[in-house]
């Protein structure tokens, strides 16, 4: 992640962090700043994951002067009106042609959170994301980040820091990512990672 903070991301997550902390979790680099290093910086993209129900209440307080393109299973729109609701993935946020945020929608059945890409594949909703005491925030845990990252051809990820993060896991959360994704896909992220410093 670079040192230098977004003029552009801050104000915006400064506003949700006022309106609708509570409805929404950091996800990608964030998340996993917050887990290697009690870290809470915002700079480059920022990525928050939100439960399906609240995603219109979070999508109401983005202010008028950001664009958002809505993404569903078969179109892109600026519209939320022209989308498919239940089968929105994410909506990318831009301000002057940058885009500083990606809100993650994800689902829940009977409080229990769904995998977009294999619903079989299911946890407590309240056993996907940690606390921080540090900053008073929500985050998506470690292993949930990389299975989106490693299996999801959604661009989350600024910077790749594979490595730090698996040498962080527990041994629970390092065998659940790897039954996940797969030894192959763990591999390949390792070795694109390498190949990328």
């Given at each position: 992640m670079s040192n230098k903070e977004s003029s552009n991301a801050k104000p915006l997550v400064s506003t949700l962090l006022k309106q609708c902390k509570e409805l929404f979790k950091f996800n990608g680099e964030v998340a996993k700043q917050l887990f290697l290093n009690d870290s809470f910086n915002i700079a480059d993209k920022v990525d928050i994951s939100v439960n399906r129900k609240y995603f219109t209440e979070v999508i109401k307080y983005i202010p008028n002067q950001?664009?958002?393109?809505?993404h569903?299973?078969?179109k892109v729109s600026t519209s939320l009106r022209d989308t498919t609701f239940n089968t929105i993935t994410h909506a990318n946020v831009f301000l002057n042609d940058e885009m500083i945020l990606t809100v993650l929608?994800?689902?829940?059945?009977?409080?229990?959170?769904l995998f977009r890409l294999d619903h079989n594949i299911r946890f407590p909703e309240k056993y996907i994301y940690f606390h921080s005491i540090t900053w008073d925030v929500d985050y998506i845990k470690p292993e949930i980040v990389l299975m989106y990252e490693l299996l999801d051809p959604i661009d989350y990820h600024q910077l790749p820091n594979y490595k730090k993060v698996i040498d962080a896991l527990s041994y629970y959360q390092f065998v659940l990512l790897r039954v996940v994704v797969g030894?192959?896909?763990i591999h390949q992220a390792l070795i694109s990672e390498k190949n990328a410093m």
């Open positions: 950001y664009v958002i393109e809505f569903d299973d078969t929608v994800y689902d829940t059945i009977n409080e229990e959170w030894d192959e896909r």
